[in-house]
């Protein structure tokens, strides 16, 4: 099943997290598969990750997909990283976030 | 509504740090040992690093940190709190109010300048490196305490207000400060982030558990969220004492939500406790002054308006309409009364900022000065209050400077060798008097006069009163200091505080004593937008008294008015009381009424009075500022506009008191 790309905003903090849920709700209503990319470089918070959590709760719980385009990194790994999201991870988490990257 | 720029509430929050870091260096100043006050300074120092560097004021948030540094130092009893350290921190912090105002401008000259300093204060290189790090350097953490003999193993819990991100909070940021004070495992608490379609994208939903080994006390673990502690919950459990020499704090079985340590206890005592803080924060709303003037202009107008409505009312024959005019008159003097109560201010806040410049000027001029003040909860309105900052300022710096001698002189005259200067404010009737008095040397009259000659400003060997020679001070250009300084002598200053004070329609007394000292009085009414009035007649036009100034009214009959025809003075319970015919004085060219009265007004002690031809009653006044045409006519103080929407003019009480006086000396001197 062909996922639809959704390429988010490069500054992706709690200023902007109010059209972003839009972005997000508007892709998941519309599509089966969303993938989600973040750009390159991109400004990142906490607002982001509980988001795209969000989203993927949703996605779940209303039988679609979400993904990541790519594993996270940079500023949005940092803000994983930083916030204590990397600690004890579940599989799933690791699996959508890290496309089960094993930490080093 | 508009909701307020963050910046500005920044800028608002760190004016406040800025008070009460100050207020606790000063206070500090007469006790260096004092814990309580070091902990307030630290505490201050702290929370404006951490909101400057939440609110994107990093050049700030970096500077403040070595100040912090330094008096964490000085809070782990490493260094001692010394009257240098204490002058480079006050220095310092006029640079950190500098980064607040324009965070983009070029300070690292000043900032590197002012470090060099507050290093040196600190105990140069043997001290902390208060002043290793690059200024540019983000704000990091407090440098830790030397190393304990072992570290404690420490379960921290803690969850944020929901709005703390939208409030500018940085989770990360607590968590990065956690991480410096060792080692940590940090797990994050996702389970309550709800779907997409029900969450709120700027509400925090996350909590989090760290474990945390450190040599660092528990206080170290609370000052991590010591700007935040209030609305959060916090939970910090000591779970292992490794093999250490020192007792453990007693911090076994923490209550599950945080509990103030000692030292937050004592912040508690200084501004509340943390409930209390809350409950406060909650009851209060921080208002932008100009809403208050906004506000205030439309209950003036609300004022004329009901005046409008209270004459049609009267001259009406409709019994309802006078009703609802009489309720409607009721309400707005209610409204008004509320108003001008949300506009006073006490004095105090003007007050506070004295002791500062007391500090300085002492530590420029080489004296040793104590300030006393008094009456610092005296309310003014607040427009008086800013427009008296200046004038206040002028008159203690001469105070300082010409008015108090250096300490040898004053050992030579049998003083104590430290220079007093009071300041005190009382309300009297509808004035408040900001008193300055000092216990230097007094004004020296005849340099005064000597002077006042040579500038041409009176005639050689003028007859004038003591308070004529005295008020000369306060001419354009007038100074006797023999050299000018940094601080006065320039001759400007005085002239300023004079006109500000004519601006505010108050008056200035000054009582010299050589040898004992001086004291300048300024009496200023309490408000500058609505007062009660006493509306007149005088011929054709009407007048406002204002209601504060008068003290009583009485008839002038033919035969007392004919009687008194050359004097103008009437008996009063055995005292003679000048009094001004205000027909003569405005010109009217009308005849008088047959039955004149006499409106009794003062200010303090003196009294006049003045004959007009009719009372009409009392009036609401609002206070309209008279035309810059017309700002050198003494006689008004301004104007107001009538139910009818007619001008009239408000009489200024203390010009006409000052010329009932004139007249009194000049028939006294007649005979």
Known sequence: ?104 | MNTMDPIQVFRTEAAELFEQIESGLLDLLHDLSNQDQIDAVFRGLHTLKGSGAMFGFEALAAFTHHCESAFDRVRKGEVQATSELIAAVLEAQDHMKALVEKPNGDHDDMSQKLLAKLHAAVGGKNGHAATSQPVAAAAAPAPLAPARAASTNWIIKFRLPDNAMANGTNPLGLLDELRELGECTITVDASTIPGLAEIDPTTLYLGWTITLETEQPHSAIEDVFIFVMDDMQLEITEIKAAASTEPAPKQAEPPPVAEPSAEKKQAATNTGPADAKSNKSAENVRVPAERLDELMDRVGELVIAQSRLSQLANISANIQLRSVSEDVERLSGELRDTMMVLRMVPVGSLFGRFRRLVHDLARETGKTIELETEGETTEVDKTVIERLADPLVHLVRNSCDHGLEPPDERRAAGKSPQGRIQLSARQQAGEVIITIKDDGRGINRDRVRAKAEASGLIQPNAVLSDQELLQLIFQPGFSTAQEVTNLSGRGVGMDVVKRTIDTLRGTINVVSHPGEGSEVSLSIPLTLAIIDGLLVRVGNGRYVIPLSAVEECLELSVEDDMRSRGRSFISLRDSLVPYLRLRELFRTGSKPDPFQKVVVISTGSERVGLVVDQIIGDHQTVIKAMSKLHHDVATFSGATILGDGDVALILDVGHLVLEGQKQEAHLRAAG
């Open chain 1, 1 to 104: 099943m062909p996922s639809h790309p959704l390429t988010l905003p490069s500054t992706l903090s709690i200023r902007h997290a109010a059209p972003i849920r839009e972005q997000l709700l508007a892709a998941l209503e519309k599509h089966d598969a969303v993938e989600v990319e973040f750009p390159d470089g991109c400004e990142a918070d906490l607002s982001l990750i509980q988001l795209i959590e969000a989203a993927r709760r949703h996605a779940d719980t209303h039988g679609k997909r979400l993904s990541l385009k790519t594993a996270a990194n940079g500023r949005v790994f940092d803000v994983l990283e930083r916030g204590g999201f990397l600690s004890e991870m579940d599989p799933a988490f690791s699996q959508f976030w890290l496309h089960r990257k094993e930490i080093q």
